[in-house]
């Protein structure tokens, strides 16, 4: 199978902690995308990060790849009660452009 | 900041009925897709369109699904003859530029609620 796994499935953490969620994928990428799902709502891009780059950050986000394990981690620093979501990495192969997306990780951040 | 929208929010279709989903993407986008989403399921890919036509798609688009872009902004997904199994959530996304449109952001609509009863 091409589909991306994510663990934790489920995270529950304090405001002001860290969160952090992997995903791993199996075949050779383009790109991997970070997305935020609000129940009912659609995925919001968060940071895309290419094949040849290690690190990105955006804001209180940090995305590293490493492509030698397949895998994929997202940190979500100084987490607030709205960073409340469901978290998905979709992965690009090599070849097309459509995403493959992990189960995802449902984050819940305490007050 | 531009967006993706889709219409209806919610389609409530009795089941063998036709159904269109429509969707505006950004309107600076070339690359057009649509996702679905089973309930507590993985988002899963369909179709991706491009210059007019279909550039992939996935073993869930079989014959009773179809694509177009009838004019200068809508996309559209029809599902010609509803099964029970088609309940889901429909994604529209679009990415922009660059020679073959990869390596950019999908950027994705709320969804079609889409129930087959």
């Known amino acids: 199978s091409q589909q991306g796994e994510e663990d934790p499935q489920a995270l529950s953490i304090q405001e002001g902690e860290n969160a952090t969620m992997n995903c791993s994928y199996k075949?050779?990428?383009?790109?991997l995308q970070w997305y935020r799902q609000n129940s009912g709502r659609g995925l919001v891009h968060l940071i895309l990060?290419?094949?040849?780059?290690r690190e990105k950050h955006s804001g209180r986000l940090r995305v590293t790849l490493d492509t030698s394990k397949k895998s994929s981690s997202l940190l979500i620093t100084a987490s607030r009660a709205a960073d409340t979501a469901s978290y998905f990495c979709?992965?690009?192969?090599?070849?097309?452009?459509?995403?493959?997306f992990g189960g995802g990780t449902r984050v819940l951040v305490k007050p | 900041e531009p967006e993706v929208t889709q219409t209806p929010s919610h389609q409530v279709t009795q089941m063998g009925q036709e159904v269109i989903l429509r969707c505006v993407p950004i309107s600076n986008h070339l690359y057009f897709y649509w996702y679905r989403q089973i309930l507590g399921q993985k988002v899963e890919f369909l179709v991706s369109?491009?210059?007019?036509?279909?550039?992939?798609k996935s073993e869930i688009f079989d014959d009773q699904f179809s694509v177009e872009r009838p004019d200068g902004s809508n996309f559209t997904l029809k599902i010609r003859s509803t099964k029970l199994e088609d309940s889901a959530m429909y994604f529209c996304?679009?990415?922009?530029?660059?020679?073959?449109?990869?390596?950019?952001?999908?950027?994705f609509g709320d969804g079609t609620r889409l129930s087959i009863l």
């Open positions: 075949t050779s990428i383009n790109n």
């Open positions: 369109f491009y210059n007019n036509e279909i550039s992939e």
């Open positions: 979709g992965f690009m192969e090599a070849a097309g452009n459509k995403l493959t």
């Open positions: 990060i290419r094949s040849n780059e």
């Open positions: 996304a679009s990415s922009g530029g660059g020679a073959a449109g990869r390596g950019q952001p999908q950027h």
